[in-house]
């Protein structure tokens, strides 16, 4: 099995620790995390992680069922990139001076669809988003003029088949045994379901 | 200004005590934990005191009633000691630690029942909240160190969280699968007074779903290939027993006719002498089941995990059989071995639907073949340890004798190596809940404190702790513990004046190059008598069986020091590295 680029997303209880008993997952077994992001999710006091990692789809099953198995994790799924719709951020201060001289600020924002955030005498900070290779872009055209600064932000993801978790939460709150956050029907369809 | 503050406090303080003696609801945080304990049917706690626990310590001064503390010499003991006693009584094991050092002397344990699924519920102190993160003394970081080994933890700075954490605690601990929990409270919150509106217990967290609904649908899957099913093997582990469902289980195997091999931990929730147990699975378990791993065409997997002691080389395990696998935990369906089919749910559930959708069979052909090549293992093995013809002693002659005096009615605990081995191959068990041991972590030092924790556990029952040389001076300073409670437990050591089982390996994979395992033992019958427990040493086998009844007869503790044949080796072996059906008889 070939490896992917997975995105992974976590709806969670929002709780102190629950981040490192997340993180711990993967890094017992050695698995690098491109990137990580916590945040609010469509539900209140339900907490969104978004993680990327490049692993087989296998080991990214496996992952999710550990994250799930952890008592504040609501639900773990994993998604390819052509599931998604997906946000990169990024962020760049350069001196003005140089901008000024050497870059033709006009097209730069039409072209690689850059906003200047901040002008300054000193300084101006662009930001751009989109898929990596978007930023790369960018990056590469400012690189040259010297980058005072330069940050990206993790991914953030929608997915594209989800309907929420709305419907899910209430499922959630029953107390009774209740079919629907109980996905064993992952156990003989396994190619086609995403969710553990 | 600082200091009018804190008379205002003080003042403060002061009021909210005299309120309090007014309102009777207004209880310590350390009140309402032991109160909450007692809510769970909590009766005996293991622990150790220190500076940040001594609020809890103090209250408990007032309980001694209702709450039989154990105090034990070093907290490993202690954790050691609750999975004793929750693996003998079923119940979950309760241990109070002071912060630092108490806390980090828990780690052990807390791995070795994670690993184990044991239920436990650990209260650690912490330092005062407001010194968290200060390097204050005695602080660690106790919640993120045990985070990797802990079902649930979770730090109380408040004492106001503490009915509903402890009842989150101990549902988390002893429900879906069981495991320990950690709660770490600080001072200030053992101390706070606070209106305790009294004990409700938890049964949902709506984000844990320990209970799921049972699939009709795989129950049906499952049994249609049971039923078409040539030769079915049925292994099991410590889910049947966890699950409460030995009754269950045994209803399941005999109405199929299948024949049955459990793990280390699956031990004694079957009869030793049920015609369908067919003996222990694993590195050195018994001939016929690991071999016909190999050879079953459906191989039925009831609460156990696919261990890699059990399972051996996996791309050469059990290919040839359509694998069922019945797991309370859905991550472990799949996780090591590929399965047919996952039955996902409590098997005190799946069990009795599983059994109502199977024909009645007799596999007799089948059974016989387990029969077969349990012949052969005793011919070349068995008999051998078991009725030695050299004056030296052997661990398996040992174990002969324990059963035919204890007729398999004991609890029997075991530490880790050789000792563990034999002892798990030939002791008799007639009931469940009689195996203790540590499986899957393989803790030197574990038995003797878990034997101590068992008897508590089973007051009524025989304990035996069976122990190596090695193991037992890991944990040798519970011999206080004994002393101190004048628990009724008996210690067989079986001394091998080696550190037997990393040299067999050595002699077998290192070229018998011995390296460090040649290990000296202090006059354990000296040692024992120093702590007022009754010893004695054996080394011949004329005294070997009056020993035994001597030690049994006894009332209190008793110490044997057995010696045993300096290099003597655990077979059959599955070589690490090798298919079950490598499995070598010598």
Same mark, same amino acid.
């Given at each position: 099995?070939?490896k992917?680029?997975?995105?992974?997303?976590?709806?969670?209880?929002n709780?102190?620790?629950?981040?490192?008993?997340?993180?711990?997952?993967?890094?017992?077994?050695k698995?690098?995390?491109?990137s990580?992001?916590?945040s609010s999710s469509?539900v209140?006091?339900?907490?969104?992680?978004?993680?990327?990692?490049?692993?087989?789809?296998?080991?990214?099953?496996?992952?999710c069922?550990?994250?799930?198995?952890q008592?504040?994790v609501?639900?773990?799924y994993?998604?390819?990139?052509?599931?998604?719709?997906w946000?990169?951020?990024?962020?760049?201060?350069v001196?003005?001076?140089?901008?000024?001289?050497?870059?033709?600020?006009?097209?730069?924002?039409?072209?690689?669809?850059?906003?200047?955030?901040?002008i300054?005498?000193d300084y101006?900070?662009?930001?751009?988003?989109?898929?990596r290779?978007?930023?790369d872009?960018?990056t590469?055209?400012?690189?040259?003029?010297?980058l005072?600064?330069f940050?990206r932000s993790?991914r953030?993801?929608i997915?594209?088949?989800?309907?929420?978790?709305?419907?899910?939460?209430?499922?959630f709150?029953?107390?009774?045994?209740?079919?629907?956050?109980?996905e064993?029907?992952?156990?003989?369809?396994?190619?086609?379901?995403?969710?553990? | 200004m600082?200091?009018?503050?804190?008379?205002?406090?003080?003042?403060?303080?002061q009021?909210?005590?005299?309120?309090?003696?007014?309102?009777?609801n207004?209880?310590?945080?350390?009140?309402?934990?032991l109160e909450?304990?007692?809510a769970?049917?909590?009766?005996t706690?293991?622990?150790?005191p220190?500076?940040?626990?001594?609020?809890?310590?103090?209250?408990?001064? @007032?309980?001694?009633e209702k709450?039989?503390?154990i105090?034990?010499?070093?907290?490993?003991g202690a954790?050691?000691?609750?999975?004793?006693?929750?693996?003998?009584?079923?119940?979950?094991g309760?241990?109070?630690a002071?912060?630092g050092?108490?806390?980090?002397n828990?780690?052990t344990?807390?791995? @070795?029942?994670?690993?184990?699924?044991?239920p436990?519920?650990?209260?650690?102190g912490?330092?005062?909240?407001?010194l968290?993160?200060t390097?204050?003394?005695q602080?660690?970081?106790?919640i993120?160190i045990?985070t990797?080994?802990?079902?649930?933890? $979770?730090?109380?700075?408040?004492?106001n969280?503490?009915?509903?954490v402890i009842a989150?605690?101990?549902?988390?601990a002893?429900?879906g699968?069981?495991?320990?929990?950690?709660?770490d409270?600080?001072?200030n919150?053992q101390i706070?007074?606070?209106?305790?509106?009294? $004990?409700t217990k938890?049964?949902?967290?709506?984000?844990?779903? =320990?209970?799921?609904?049972v699939?009709?649908?795989?129950?049906?899957?499952?049994?249609?290939?049971?039923n078409?099913?040539?030769? =079915?093997f049925?292994?099991?582990?410590?889910g049947?027993?966890?699950?409460?469902?030995?009754?269950e289980?045994?209803?399941f195997i005999e109405?199929?006719?299948?024949?049955?091999?459990?793990?280390i931990?699956?031990l004694?929730?079957?009869?030793?002498?049920?015609?369908l147990?067919?003996?222990?699975l694993?590195?050195?378990?018994n001939?016929g089941?690991n071999v016909?791993t190999?050879e079953?065409?459906?191989?039925?997997?009831?609460?156990m995990?696919?261990d890699?002691?059990?399972?051996?080389r996996?791309?050469?395990?059990?290919?040839?059989?359509?694998?069922?696998?019945?797991d309370?935990d859905?991550?472990?369906?799949?996780?090591?071995?590929?399965?047919?089919?996952?039955?996902?749910? @409590?098997?005190?559930?799946?069990? =009795?639907m599983?059994?109502s959708a199977i024909?009645?069979?007799?596999?007799?052909e089948?059974?016989?073949?387990?029969?077969?090549?349990?012949k052969?293992?005793v011919?070349?093995?068995?008999?051998?340890?078991?009725?030695?013809?050299?004056?030296?002693?052997t661990m398996g002659?040992?174990?002969k $004798?324990?059963n035919e005096?204890t007729?398999? @009615?004991?609890? +029997?605990?075991t530490?880790?190596g050789?000792?563990?081995?034999?002892?798990?191959?030939y002791?008799?068990?007639?009931?469940s809940?009689s195996?203790i041991?540590?499986?899957?972590?393989?803790t030197?030092?574990?038995?003797?404190?878990?034997a101590i924790g068992?008897?508590?556990g089973?007051?009524e029952?025989?304990?035996?702790?069976?122990?190596?040389?090695?193991?037992i001076?890991?944990?040798?300073?519970?011999?206080?513990?004994i002393?101190?409670t004048?628990v009724?437990?008996?210690?067989?050591?079986l001394?091998?004046?080696?550190?037997?089982?990393?040299?067999q390996?050595?002699?077998?994979f290192?070229?018998?190059?011995?390296?460090?395992?040649n290990?000296e033992?202090?006059?354990?019958?000296?040692?024992?008598?120093?702590?007022r427990?009754?010893?004695?040493?054996?080394?011949?086998?004329?005294e070997?069986?009056?020993?035994?009844q001597?030690?049994l007869?006894?009332?209190?503790?008793?110490?044997?020091?057995i010696?045993v044949?300096?290099?003597?080796?655990v077979? =059959?072996m +599955?070589?690490?590295?090798?298919?079950?059906?490598?499995?070598r008889?010598?």
């Amino acid at each position: 099995m070939s490896k992917l680029e997975y995105t992974i997303t976590v709806y969670t209880e929002n709780q102190i620790g629950l981040l490192n008993r997340i993180a711990i997952i993967f890094s017992r077994r050695k698995i690098n995390v491109i990137s990580l992001n916590t945040s609010s999710s469509e539900v209140e006091n339900v907490h969104r992680f978004t993680i990327v990692i490049h692993e087989t789809e296998e080991v990214v099953r496996k992952l999710c069922r550990q994250i799930e198995k952890q008592v504040e994790v609501l639900s773990a799924y994993f998604n390819t990139e052509d599931e998604i719709v997906w946000q990169e951020l990024a962020m760049y201060k350069v001196s003005t001076d140089v901008i000024a001289e050497k870059v033709k600020v006009e097209r730069l924002l039409r072209e690689y669809g850059a906003r200047a955030v901040v002008i300054r005498k000193d300084y101006t900070v662009f930001e751009t988003t989109g898929h990596r290779e978007e930023i790369d872009k960018l990056t590469k055209v400012l690189e040259p003029l010297g980058l005072i600064e330069f940050v990206r932000s993790a991914r953030v993801a929608i997915i594209k088949a989800s309907e929420g978790f709305h419907q899910r939460l209430k499922e959630f709150e029953k107390t009774d045994p209740s079919e629907t956050p109980i996905e064993n029907e992952f156990l003989d369809k396994q190619d086609e379901v995403f969710t553990m | 200004m600082q200091a009018e503050e804190k008379i205002i406090e003080i003042k403060k303080e002061q009021i909210a005590t005299e309120s309090s003696l007014q309102n009777l609801n207004e209880v310590s945080g350390s009140v309402a934990l032991l109160e909450s304990c007692i809510a769970e049917g909590v009766k005996t706690i293991f622990g150790y005191p220190g500076g940040a626990i001594m609020p809890i310590y103090d209250a408990l001064y @007032d309980y001694n009633e209702k709450l039989k503390h154990i105090l034990v010499r070093h907290e490993q003991g202690a954790i050691h000691a609750a999975q004793g006693f929750a693996r003998s009584s079923g119940n979950v094991g309760v241990v109070f630690a002071t912060s630092g050092p108490g806390a980090t002397n828990l780690i052990t344990g807390l791995a @070795d029942a994670h690993i184990d699924s044991t239920p436990l519920v650990c209260i650690t102190g912490q330092v005062y909240a407001h010194l968290l993160g200060t390097d204050a003394f005695q602080e660690t970081d106790v919640i993120n160190i045990t985070t990797p080994v802990t079902k649930w933890n $979770y730090q109380i700075t408040d004492a106001n969280e503490i009915p509903e954490v402890i009842a989150k605690a101990f549902y988390i601990a002893k429900s879906g699968r069981p495991g320990p929990v950690l709660i770490d409270i600080s001072k200030n919150a053992q101390i706070q007074k606070f209106n305790f509106k009294g $004990y409700t217990k938890c049964n949902h967290i709506r984000s844990y779903r =320990p209970k799921p609904i049972v699939r009709k649908k795989y129950i049906e899957q499952s049994a249609e290939i049971i039923n078409r099913a040539q030769k =079915p093997f049925v292994i099991f582990g410590q889910g049947v027993i966890l699950g409460k469902a030995e009754k269950e289980f045994l209803a399941f195997i005999e109405k199929g006719g299948l024949p049955s091999a459990c793990t280390i931990l699956g031990l004694s929730a079957l009869p030793t002498d049920h015609p369908l147990n067919v003996g222990m699975l694993g590195m050195h378990g018994n001939y016929g089941p690991n071999v016909l791993t190999n050879e079953c065409d459906v191989l039925i997997a009831i609460g156990m995990r696919f261990d890699d002691r059990v399972t051996g080389r996996l791309d050469k395990y059990a290919k040839q059989a359509k694998i069922i696998h019945l797991d309370i935990d859905p991550s472990e369906i799949d996780k090591n071995v590929k399965v047919t089919i996952g039955v996902w749910g @409590d098997c005190k559930e799946t069990l =009795p639907m599983l059994t109502s959708a199977i024909e009645t069979k007799k596999h007799t052909e089948w059974v016989r073949k387990f029969y077969d090549f349990k012949k052969e293992e005793v011919d070349s093995v068995i008999y051998n340890e078991l009725n030695p013809t050299s004056d030296e002693l052997t661990m398996g002659e040992v174990i002969k $004798y324990l059963n035919e005096l204890t007729n398999g @009615d004991a609890i +029997v605990v075991t530490d880790v190596g050789q000792h563990q081995m034999v002892t798990c191959r030939y002791a008799k068990f007639n009931s469940s809940k009689s195996n203790i041991t540590s499986g899957g972590l393989g803790t030197m030092g574990f038995a003797l404190p878990a034997a101590i924790g068992a008897k508590f556990g089973a007051e009524e029952r025989t304990v035996v702790a069976v122990i190596g040389d090695g193991g037992i001076q890991m944990t040798i300073q519970e011999f206080g513990t004994i002393m101190q409670t004048g628990v009724d437990i008996k210690i067989i050591i079986l001394n091998n004046q080696f550190l037997g089982m990393v040299r067999q390996w050595q002699q077998l994979f290192n070229d018998k190059r011995y390296s460090f395992v040649n290990i000296e033992s202090p006059d354990y019958v000296q040692v024992a008598k120093g702590y007022r427990i009754a010893a004695k040493k054996v080394e011949s086998r004329s005294e070997l069986k009056n020993s035994l009844q001597e030690m049994l007869n006894h009332k209190g503790s008793y110490l044997l020091e057995i010696m045993v044949g300096k290099e003597n080796n655990v077979f =059959p072996m +599955v070589p690490q590295g090798c298919s079950v059906s490598e499995i070598r008889l010598k």
